[in-house]
């Protein structure tokens, strides 16, 4: 069994780590490709893992601010009202109960708003967080380090002791800027296109293992896979 080094709390991604959010998503973006006359593989290679705003500026670089604000009122309205065949991921929920059980404390720090966010939480109905980070509380989203440095902060945990679940590079970035250690959820991507050293296909297949001091060592968790 592979082990990680112990941490004191942890930060998830949403979409695509502890939720298949997929088929809303391909319908929300389509649906704004056709709208602009974009190519669909494009805004497909761009937007996971990014803030949805950062994403249409990047998509539309030659909108105006004030129209970039009315597309993301658009998108946001729409992916906040379609959820059909959302779901939840393999051990999510078993792996959430778990932290819970133990008292470990943990947030999402998803690049979604949160109209968004809270919408996706509801339809799938997984166990709510200590706290939410959304695109509407930073100012600079995954790849940088702001939305998990926010997380840490506010659960009140040094960063260097958070574990951070990810599945897109993007949010790998974003963990690896923060110095965190990282377990990749595979949904979306291979280990190898990640580049991390800890990956599994879902929760299900993490244990959590309680790390005593002995030593040197801090105490706290560790996952075993």
């Given amino acids: 069994m592979k082990k990680t080094e112990p941490f004191k709390a942890a930060l998830f991604d949403l979409d695509g780590t502890l939720i298949d959010s997929l088929e809303a998503v391909t319908r929300s973006w389509t649906q704004l490709a056709k709208r602009h006359d974009l190519n669909v593989q494009t805004v497909f290679n761009i937007i996971h893992g990014r803030p949805a705003r950062e994403s249409l500026s990047l998509l539309m670089p030659e909108k105006t601010a004030e129209e970039i604000d009315e597309e993301m009122n658009w998108l946001e309205n729409l992916e906040a ?5 959302t779901k939840v991921l393999t051990g999510t929920v078993e792996f959430l109960q778990l932290l819970n059980q133990h008292e470990v404390p943990w947030a999402i720090v ?4 949160s109209p968004v966010a809270m919408a996706r939480i509801k339809a799938t109905g997984i166990p709510r967080p200590d706290c939410i980070i959304t695109a509407d509380q930073i100012t600079r989203g995954k790849p940088h380090p702001e939305p998990y440095l926010l997380g840490a902060e506010r659960l ?3 960063i260097e002791d958070c574990m951070v679940f990810e599945d897109a590079p993007a949010g790998i970035e974003s963990g690896r800027a923060a110095n965190v250690q990282l377990m ?4 979306h991507y291979t280990q190898a296109a990640l580049n991390v050293e800890h990956a599994v296909p879902s929760l299900a297949n993490i244990t959590l293992l309680e790390q005593t001091a002995q030593d040197d060592q801090a105490c706290g968790w560790v996952l075993g896979y």
């Fill in 81 to 85: 009202s379609d959820t059909q065949g």
């Fill in 110 to 113: 998803t690049s979604g708003t």
């Fill in 156 to 158: 009140g945990v040094a």
């Fill in 184 to 187: 990749a959820i595979l949904s």
